[in-house]
C-alpha cells in the first residue's frame, strides 16, 4: 500500500499560479499511476490529470489542458501539480491518488489510494 499526503494549496487570486504536490511513502507498485482529482462542495470528484509512473506519459482533463501540467520526481517519490492562470471555477479539494497498473484512468472509483487533500481556492 502506498500513502499519500498532499500539500501546496492556498488562496490565490485569479491569474495566479500554485504548485501542488504529492509526496508517496511506503510499498509502491511495480509500475503505476499517479493522478490528481478535485471536489468541489456539492460536485462529484473530478479527474484532473494522471501521470504514468514509469513512462512518464501524462493526460490531462480538457477543463485544466494548457493550464495545469502534472510531472513527477522520481528520487523524491512525488507528483507535482503546476497550476497557472488559475480561475475561480478551479476552487476545490484538490486529491491525490494512485493505482496499480499503467492506465491513467479518470474515474475515482478506479483508484483506491488517497491523499487527505489540499484546499485551492481563487478568488475573483
Known amino acids: 500500500q502506498v500513502q499519500l499526503v498532499e500539500s501546496g494549496g492556498g488562496l490565490v487570486q485569479a491569474g495566479g499560479s500554485l504548485r501542488l504536490s504529492c509526496a508517496a511513502s511506503?510499498?509502491?507498485?511495480?509500475?503505476?499511476?499517479m493522478t490528481w482529482f478535485r471536489q468541489a462542495p456539492g460536485k462529484e470528484r473530478e479527474f484532473v490529470a494522471g501521470?504514468?509512473?514509469?513512462?512518464?506519459?501524462?493526460y490531462h482533463a480538457d477543463s485544466v489542458k494548457g493550464r495545469f501540467t502534472i510531472s513527477r520526481d522520481n528520487a523524491k517519490n512525488t507528483v507535482y501539480l503546476q497550476m497557472n492562470s488559475l480561475k475561480p471555477e478551479d476552487t476545490a479539494v484538490y486529491y491525490c491518488a494512485a493505482r496499480s497498473g499503467t492506465l491513467i484512468a479518470t474515474t475515482r472509483y478506479d483508484y483506491g489510494s488517497w491523499g487527505q487533500g489540499t484546499q485551492v481556492t481563487v478568488s475573483s
Open positions: 501521470i504514468n509512473w514509469s513512462g512518464g506519459s501524462t
Open positions: 511506503g510499498r509502491t507498485f511495480n509500475s503505476y499511476v
